[in-house]
């Protein structure tokens, strides 16, 4: 189960399993005049020996903060001056190891350095392996909010390894594959009735469903790449996900990004169902196999408000209606429908009401 | 001789003379969600009043200070604040009207902003008229290294009024004028012979002048758009240039960009003579004509170490050689050349030595 496997993409190749030959073969063809790597705590411990192992050589670390709370302005400043005082030039190579956080903002860091050096993307975290592994999105938050700094770019090479996942806390895990759920949803019913036989995450083996998650991400990019239409097909589960998981950052019991995705995406199949066609037995389908999964977590009331101002804010509206890409069924999308704020509070009750 | 003028790139056009009506129909066809216009003390008070009666429409302005001190990545936070407290969002439009800080900072500012947003470039001095307003070169000074933070991309559309250069002290035009030779002597023979017709510039009329310089980088940036070869000759007269200009960035009598680089063009042109074919005669012309413009700035021979030790830190070079651009004879040239301290000394000597 450890065979390469390479999926291309239009400027570049993302390599799954053993990527070291690739890996070997792609820096002696560039003759970088430097690299070095980007971690954090975490990384660096359970990644970067294995990774270093994989390379075969010693390279300078620059090693940050773990957390969405360090992907600002003033950690890139931090990795910039790094590069500077390691003499990175125009033809250095930055290698990006870790989960959304480092792949985001180093990628932003090298797109940015001398007006752009090569960087490789070696995401550790499920989640970044099938969702920021494809689509050249890079960036930081700014002013509280999510990713509003940034540019598309292109790495030279993504490399996937499962191994990392082993590292990982289950919850991780499970926040990484509703990622994997929402391809399958939007764009492959065969794939979506596969991922229904799983049940338990730790006896997964994870690359081929990563490689099928990747390709279909793949495919939406490739034919809208700044984000202008189809792309939005991506944004399902996103709208209602994001108000939800933006409202817990206040709460103690803070969601993970695939937690909050998860219930986003149970309420707008709800939303699918009662405008775009998605049938009731798909519905209960997807309701009652995300709950098997991410179990439920009652969401209060009081926060609906909040929560619909959020969705408000989200940069993908034109003017004051709130969009959204619904399911017309399994594996068909309809992308720039809207919803009333009625509709969206009963897609939140709706949920609410799967716990009794 | 108000006749508007356009020049095509690849990716956009450029306007010279009168812009309006291109302008308004650039906006109409787009319809922003919303515009701001970017300026600093300096074009709010003589530029401004002037574009916005050509725009025919009252936009907000975000105001930064004067001046290369403040291109750095506090004033481009100071700008992404405005913009997102102005509600900017990825259907939103920055117009940058200024000098080649205001288009610099500008351009990286919306370049970045939600991932790109869309820019046009007003030049209102004649060096970024012609040296700014082509070529996509985006971005800050970082670490007091000049540009080491920024990206390639390309504006809108970028408009040129002469008028603008109304405002201008007369040192700020010959600055610019030094990169209307430069584009001259490296690429068209006879527009250098039109050139050294100019003996007062007070009275030039610049617009076929800054069309004809325009067309020259154009033609150079579309072939090389990345830098990696040919755009290089662009950098006649910067490696020597550059160096004065820097070690002068401390002493009280410092010099402009232009200045700077034209006493890099006459050493350069020495160096051409020496390794490069560049004939006597030649030689003579450019140095003398030069002179008649820009004067004479006598070099301390203490400075010469400075001066080569920043030549050898530029970005372009690969290695420790330091690389040059040379003459092969008026309208032609060499990348790639490498000339020997020695010989620099040489050239620096030359120059100190047409004083006499």
């Known amino acids: 189960m450890r065979n390469p496997l390479r999926i291309c993409t239009e400027n570049y190749d993302i390599h799954i399993n053993d990527f070291k030959k690739s890996l070997k073969d792609l820096l002696e063809g560039k003759k970088y005049s430097s690299i070095?790597?980007?971690?954090?705590?975490?990384?660096?411990?359970?990644?970067?020996?294995?990774?270093?192992?994989?390379?075969?050589?010693?390279?300078?670390?620059?090693?940050?903060?773990?957390?969405e709370i360090h992907k600002n302005i003033n950690t890139c400043q931090f990795i910039w001056k790094q590069m500077m005082e390691l003499g990175m030039g125009r033809h250095s190579l930055l290698l990006n190891l870790g989960g959304g956080v480092i792949g985001d903002m180093g990628g932003f860091c090298a797109s940015t350095f001398k007006r752009g050096i090569d960087f490789i993307q070696i995401?550790?975290?499920?989640?970044?392996?099938?969702?920021?592994?494809?689509?050249?999105k890079l960036g930081i938050d700014f002013m509280?909010?999510?990713?509003?700094?940034?540019?598309?770019?292109?790495?030279?090479?993504?490399?996937?390894?499962?191994?990392?996942?082993?590292?990982?806390?289950?919850?991780?895990?499970?926040?990484?594959?509703?990622?994997?759920?929402?391809?399958?949803?939007?764009?492959n019913e065969n794939q979506w009735q596969e991922i229904r036989e799983i049940k338990d995450l730790s006896q997964v083996d994870?690359?081929?469903?990563?490689?099928?998650?990747?390709?279909?991400?793949?495919?939406?990019?490739?034919e809208d790449p700044f984000e202008k239409g189809l792309r939005k097909a991506l944004n399902f589960g996103h709208t209602i996900g994001h108000g939800i998981e933006s409202v817990f950052l206040e709460k103690p019991d803070f969601l993970l990004h695939g937690e909050a995705i998860a219930i986003g995406m149970i309420c707008e199949s709800f939303i699918s169902n009662e405008i775009a066609g998605l049938s009731d037995k798909e519905l209960n389908s997807i309701s009652s196999y995300l709950l098997s999964i991410f179990g439920h977590q009652p969401l209060e009331k009081a926060d609906f408000k909040a929560m619909i101002s959020i969705m408000g804010n989200d940069k993908k509206n034109i003017g004051n209606k709130i969009n959204f890409t619904v399911l017309n069924g399994i594996g068909k999308v309809s992308i720039n429908e809207t919803a009333t704020k009625t509709l969206i509070i009963k897609s939140l009750e709706y949920y609410n009401g799967l716990a009794l």
Chains 1, 2 share one sequence.
Do not use: Y
């Open 123 to 136: 995401p550790t975290t499920l989640l970044s392996q099938v969702d920021a592994s494809v689509g050249g």
């Open 144 to 187: 509280g909010i999510k990713n509003s700094i940034g540019v598309f770019n292109d790495p030279q090479t993504v490399c996937i390894d499962p191994i990392f996942l082993k590292t990982l806390p289950e919850r991780e895990i499970r926040s990484g594959f509703a990622e994997i759920i929402k391809h399958a949803l939007i764009k």
């Open 36 to 67: 070095a790597v980007l971690v954090d705590e975490n990384t660096e411990r359970d990644c970067l020996p294995l990774f270093l192992e994989m390379l075969g050589m010693e390279i300078p670390i620059i090693k940050i903060s773990s957390g």
């Open 206 to 222: 994870w690359h081929v469903f990563i490689a099928d998650s990747v390709k279909i991400k793949r495919d939406i990019v490739q």
